[in-house]
């Protein structure tokens, strides 16, 4: 292919664009509208795992150990729990911590009288797993470190079993729908190409008449279908790059809780704007190969 | 140039376009086609741009066998002859220039190239002043000249005019008539299909006359009695 060639599709697409302006400004709605409604779905799903994470991450198992430990053997039990399958990672809490984390919680005045050797807690990690799924795999696993000094295992274990559970069951939901909304997103914006490559068959027709290869014929509708896609992509991909950050903003002020964390703006920038030109341009692709090609029977 | 050997076209249906046709048309000719609606012209254009496949025989066209060309062929096929239509069928959002124009950017004609000839066949077909005009404010003449500065910028051996003069006011249809006749006397074999019988009669060229799809006439540059009289019989 010439040179002058792609510059006359490149042009012939952005002069297509601009001339069908309303044709062209109804597909770039319908290609937003769904990508808009993709989007928000996909960021809504996503701080929902993102939540999920977070209360997974703070439902860890606490690993007592035995009173008379020393502290070489507490670093090689540190060591030994670390190997493990699944740990993400450990925290040591000396039995001074927890005492005062227990204050914090119950009420100063409970413990009062227990500081120094009445301090009846124990030295402990915190065991953080990669996975709910795996808790009661790597509390058997801890179990068996008996000798090396872990006295007993203090975990939620029900509630974390639910709590994966229902990770579980939302992982799939929302992927099940995202992938409807997707699909029927895809059907809209196709029937909406479909429409503005009809209006215009007589001139595909009239370009197979002169000697056009279908190529020579498609090449500008599927660039126009790519421009529209970008635009289409790039309008939601915009509104979510700069209202994010203001509604995250917005709802740690309404929640005022510091346990939630949103995820972070850069997702946006990083996933969700890609995500939306990609699904755009695709869209734009599939909606005018597949138009175009049932008037190219001349 | 163009030669049809036993050709029939039967459609889906069952209507019969042409029955076993035999014409042979040659290098340098003009030639009309004429006949009453259903008579078989309009299958024969479609068969000569290959829009539609006979249902039985060969067509040559320059030495070629057209039936046998695959779908991917054709536009090759297809540049190597212009075509001009009743509706005119002008590219609406492309001016006078860019509609010719195009013609020759589907052979990847360089600019330059675009530049000589388009000026040059607009000024042959009398709109060098019209270049930048939009089909929409052009008149039924204007545009049927456009088609035609389209249909000869490639120098194509062959010019099929279908019904050329059919939306337009006598004065203008002698205006492409005449265009056509100057066409065919640099040496491009033309073949129009018509109803006007006035210009038929008048200009004195080789008449293939149609009825049911069957050749029923077919009368050289000389003795054109009573054209009309032809035409009404078909």
Known sequence: ?298 | MIEFSKVSKIYENGARGLCELDLFIDKGEFVFVVGTSGSGKSSLVRLLLKEIDPTGGQIYVDGQEITAIKRRHLPFYRRKMGVVFQDFRLLKNKTVFENVAYAMQIVEASNREIRRAVPQVLALVGLQKKAKAYPNQLSGGEQQRTALARAIVNRPPLLIADEPTGNLDPDTAWEIMTLLEDINDRGTTVVVATHAHDIVDDMQKRVIALKNGELVQDLGVAGFPDMGSIINET
């Open chain 1, 1 to 298: 292919m010439k040179l002058r060639t792609i510059r006359y599709y490149i042009h012939e697409a952005v002069r297509s664009v601009i001339y069908n302006k309303f044709m062209s400004m109804a597909s770039v709605f319908a290609v937003a509208s769904s990508i808009f409604i993709v989007a928000i779905f996909f960021i809504i799903g996503a701080n929902v795992e993102h939540f999920m994470g977070q209360l997974e991450a703070q439902m860890g198992m606490a690993v007592r150990m035995d009173e008379n430990l020393s502290r070489s053997d507490q670093v090689a039990l540190e060591h030994r729990i670390r190997q493990l399958p699944h740990v993400r990672d450990l925290e040591f809490v000396s039995r001074e911590e927890a005492l005062q984390q227990m204050g914090e919680t119950i009420g100063e005045q409970h413990i009062r009288g227990m500081e120094g050797y009445a301090n009846p807690l124990r030295d402990s990690f915190i065991v953080e797993l990669t996975h709910l799924r795996y808790h009661d795999d790597v509390e058997r696993a801890i179990m068996n470190l008996e000798h090396f000094g872990v006295a007993e295992i203090h975990s939620h274990a029900q509630f974390a079993g639910t709590l994966s559970t229902i990770t579980s069951i939302i992982t799939v939901v929302s992927a099940f729908l995202l992938l409807i909304l997707a699909g029927i997103s895809v059907i809209i914006i196709t029937n909406t190409i479909r429409i503005t490559v009809n209006v215009r068959k007589t001139e595909i027709n009239i370009m197979k008449y002169v000697g056009a290869t279908d190529w020579f014929v498609r090449w500008p509708f599927v660039l126009e279908g790519v421009i529209i896609g970008l635009l289409g992509g790039a309008i939601p991909g915009f509104f979510c790059l700069l209202a994010y950050p203001r509604l995250v903003s917005a709802m740690g002020e309404l929640l005022n809780n510091d346990a939630i964390q949103f995820l972070p703006d850069y997702y946006i920038t990083m996933y969700v704007f890609p995500l939306s030109l990609i699904l755009g341009v695709l869209i734009g692709l599939l909606g005018s190969i597949t138009s175009v090609k049932k008037h190219l029977k001349v």
